[in-house]
C-alpha cells in the first residue's frame, strides 16, 4: 500500500494553467481528499456512519410523543439533560478504552447492543403497545428507550475516535516510518472523513424518510403508525454496520501483519508498526476515581429526585470534569494550556445556549402544516448542504483559528435564527401575497435550512486533527475524550436553560383523551414569538462575551502562570 504523496509544484502549476477555476477547486477541495482515502480508515468511518445513521428515528420520534404521550416541553427539556450525561463520560470512557483496547471489539459490540436494546422498546410500543403496558407505563419505557441509546453511542464513539489514529498508517508497504508532513496531511484526511462519514449518514437517513413518508398528508393515524415501525424496524442496521466495522478492522489488519511478515519482520516488529498503543498505559487513578465519583453522584441525585436534582447533577459533574481536565493537562507548558482552556471555554459558552426546545416544532407542524415528509424534506438539505460546506469551508478551517471560527458562527447562527422570528409575526404570509404563493412559509424554512445547515460541523475538524497529532501514543482515547466530557456537558446545559426558557415562555400543544377525545390541555403558542427572540438573543451574547473575555485576558494568566 503506497502512501500517497502530495502534489508537487509543478504539478499544481499544470493544473492552475490547464484546468479552470471550477477544475482547479474541484481537485484541491474533493478530487485530492478522495486520492487519500485508504482501507484502512473505513472500520472506524463505519461507526461514524452508524452514528450519523442514528438520526433515522429522529422525525418519527418527534410524530411518536406528540401523537402518542402526554410528556409536555419542560419534561422533554429535563429528559434531554439526562440523555446527554453519557456523553460527559467520555473522558473515564476513553481511559478505560486506552486500558482495554485489546478489546475494542467486544466495547463496540456492547455499544451496538445498548443501542438496538433501545431500538426494540420502540419498535414494541408501537407493535404490543398493550403488552408493553402491562410492564410500565408508554411514558416509562419511551424515558428508557431515549436513557440506553446515547450509553451505547459514546461508546462506540470513544472507541472510533482512537481507531481513527490507529487507522493511519505509519509505514509505508516497505516498513519505512512516514515523513511527519504526510502523517498530519493523513490525519486532517482522516478526520475529515469522519465528519463526511457521520454527515452522510445524517444524508442517507434524510432521504429514506422523504421515500417513508411519501403521501402522508393522505394516511389515517394507523398507517402512519405503520410507517413508524417500519423505520424504528429499518433502524436496526445501525449497530449491524457498527459491528461490521469491527469485523474489516480485524480483516485489514491481518492482512497488513501477513504483508509484513512475509517481508521478514518480527511479530513485536508488526505490534508496533500497526498499533498506536504499543504499550498499555499505567491507569490514572485520579481518572477512574474521579468518574466513580461522578457516576455515583449522578445516581444518587438523579434518583433521590430532589427538586434541583439535574442542577445538583450538572454542577457535580462540572467540578468534577474540571478538576480531571487539570490532572491530565498539569505537564503541558502554561502558555499552551491557557490557550487549550480558553479555547474549550469559547466551545463551551457556544454549545451551552439554549435553544427554543420542542415547542418550536410542534408550532411549525400545528400552524405551519409541515408535515412528516417535509421535515424529511428539510434534514435531506440540511445534510447534503452540511457536507458540501465541508469541502468549501476547508481551507477557511485550515487557515483560521478555533476561536475565530465560533466567532463567526455565533454572528452566522443569530442570523439565521431571524426567519423564524419573522415567520411567527406573519412574514411569511406578507411574502406570500407579495409573490403570488411562490415565498411561503415552506420557501422561507428551506432558504434558512440551505443557508444554515453547513454551520454545525465545521468547526469540528481542526480541533480533532490536533488531538490526534497531540496526544501521546498510548492516551489517545484519552485525550480524544477530555475535550467532549467539557463541551458534551455544555450541551447539558443548554438543556437545562431550555427547560427554564420553557417555564418562563410556556408553549404548550394539544392534548386530547385517547379514550373521550376530550381536550385535555389547550395548544397555546402565544409565547413563542418571545421564546424566540430571548433565544437569539442569548446565542448572540453570551459567545462573543467570553470570546472578547478570553482574548483579552488569556495572555495576562498565562505570563502570570509562567512566573509563578
Do not use: C
Not at 467486544?106 to 410500543?125: E, H, N, P, Q, T
Request: aromatic share 10%; proline share 4%.
Amino acid at each position: 500500500m503506497q502512501f500517497p504523496e502530495d502534489q508537487s509544484p509543478r504539478d499544481r502549476e499544470s493544473i492552475s494553467i490547464h484546468a479552470g477555476p471550477i477544475r482547479q477547486w474541484l481537485d484541491a477541495n474533493i478530487l485530492e481528499l478522495g486520492r487519500q482515502i485508504r482501507l484502512s480508515y473505513l472500520p472506524p468511518l463505519m461507526v461514524y456512519l452508524a452514528a450519523g445513521i442514528s438520526g433515522l428515528t429522529g422525525i418519527v420520534g418527534t410524530f411518536f410523543v406528540k401523537e402518542y404521550l402526554g410528556l409536555s416541553a419542560e419534561f422533554l427539556a429535563s429528559l434531554g439533560f439526562w440523555a446527554m450525561l453519557p456523553w460527559a463520560m467520555k473522558m473515564p470512557m476513553g481511559h478505560l478504552v486506552d486500558l482495554l483496547w485489546r478489546h475494542k471489539g467486544r466495547l463496540i459490540y456492547f455499544g451496538a447492543g445498548l443501542v438496538a436494546l433501545s431500538l426494540l422498546i420502540m419498535i414494541g410500543l408501537l407493535a404490543k403497545p398493550a403488552a408493553m403496558r402491562e410492564i410500565m407505563s408508554p411514558e416509562s419505557w419511551y424515558v428508557l428507550s431515549v436513557l440506553l441509546a446515547p450509553m451505547g453511542y459514546v461508546i462506540q464513539d470513544t472507541v472510533a475516535d482512537a481507531m481513527t489514529v490507529e487507522a493511519v498508517p505509519r509505514v509505508d508497504e516497505e516498513g519505512n516510518a512516514i515523513p511527519d508532513e504526510q502523517l498530519k496531511l493523513a490525519h486532517t484526511t482522516m478526520q475529515t472523513l469522519g465528519r463526511v462519514a457521520i454527515i452522510g449518514g445524517t444524508l442517507l437517513v434524510a432521504a429514506v424518510n422523504v421515500f417513508m413518508f411519501s403521501g402522508v398528508e393522505n394516511m389515517d393515524i394507523d398507517q402512519k403508525k405503520g410507517i413508524y415501525l417500519e423505520i424504528y424496524r429499518l433502524a436496526l442496521v445501525i449497530p449491524a454496520v457498527s459491528v461490521a466495522g469491527v469485523w474489516l478492522s480485524a480483516m485489514v489488519r491481518n492482512r497488513d501483519a501477513r504483508r509484513l511478515a512475509a517481508q521478514g519482520f518480527e511479530l513485536d516488529a508488526i505490534e508496533k508498526m500497526q498499533s498506536a498503543h504499543v504499550e498499555t498505559p499505567e491507569v490514572n487513578w485520579w481518572i477512574l476515581g474521579g468518574s466513580l465519583a461522578f457516576l455515583a453522584f449522578s445516581v444518587v441525585i438523579g434518583l433521590a429526585d430532589f427538586k434541583f436534582s439535574a442542577e445538583i447533577v450538572f454542577a457535580g459533574s462540572m467540578g468534577i470534569v474540571l478538576f480531571l481536565m487539570r490532572q491530565l493537562t498539569r505537564d503541558i507548558a502554561p502558555d499552551a494550556r491557557l490557550e487549550l482552556f480558553g479555547t474549550a471555554a469559547v466551545i463551551f459558552v457556544f454549545r451551552a445556549v439554549p435553544t427554543s426546545g420542542a415547542g418550536s416544532t410542534w408550532w411549525m407542524i400545528d400552524e405551519l402544516g409541515f408535515d412528516q415528509r417535509f421535515l424529511s424534506k428539510l434534514s435531506l438539505l440540511a445534510s447534503a448542504l452540511a457536507l458540501l460546506g465541508m469541502f468549501v469551508f476547508r481551507r477557511f478551517m485550515a487557515e483560521r483559528s478555533v476561536i475565530y471560527v465560533f466567532g463567526a458562527l455565533t454572528v452566522a447562527g443569530a442570523l439565521l435564527y431571524l426567519p423564524n422570528i419573522a415567520m411567527f409575526y406573519g412574514f411569511h404570509h406578507w411574502t406570500s401575497a407579495l409573490t403570488h404563493g411562490l415565498i411561503d412559509a415552506r420557501a422561507i424554512a428551506l432558504i434558512d435550512t440551505a443557508l444554515e445547515s453547513p454551520l454545525g460541523q465545521i468547526a469540528m475538524i481542526p480541533m480533532l486533527t490536533w488531538i490526534a497529532r497531540s496526544a501521546p501514543p498510548a492516551l489517545k482515547a484519552t485525550y480524544f475524550a477530555v475535550m467532549a466530557a467539557f463541551t458534551n456537558l455544555a450541551l447539558s446545559l443548554s438543556q437545562l436553560g431550555t427547560k427554564y426558557l420553557n417555564q418562563v415562555f410556556t408553549v404548550t400543544r394539544q392534548i386530547t383523551d385517547g379514550v373521550t377525545g376530550a381536550i385535555k390541555v389547550p395548544a397555546d403558542y402565544s409565547q413563542l414569538g418571545e421564546l424566540y427572540i430571548s433565544v437569539t438573543l442569548l446565542g448572540l451574547i453570551l459567545p462573543l462575551t467570553t470570546i472578547y473575555l478570553v482574548q483579552r485576558h488569556a495572555p495576562r494568566l498565562a505570563r502570570q502562570e509562567a512566573r509563578n
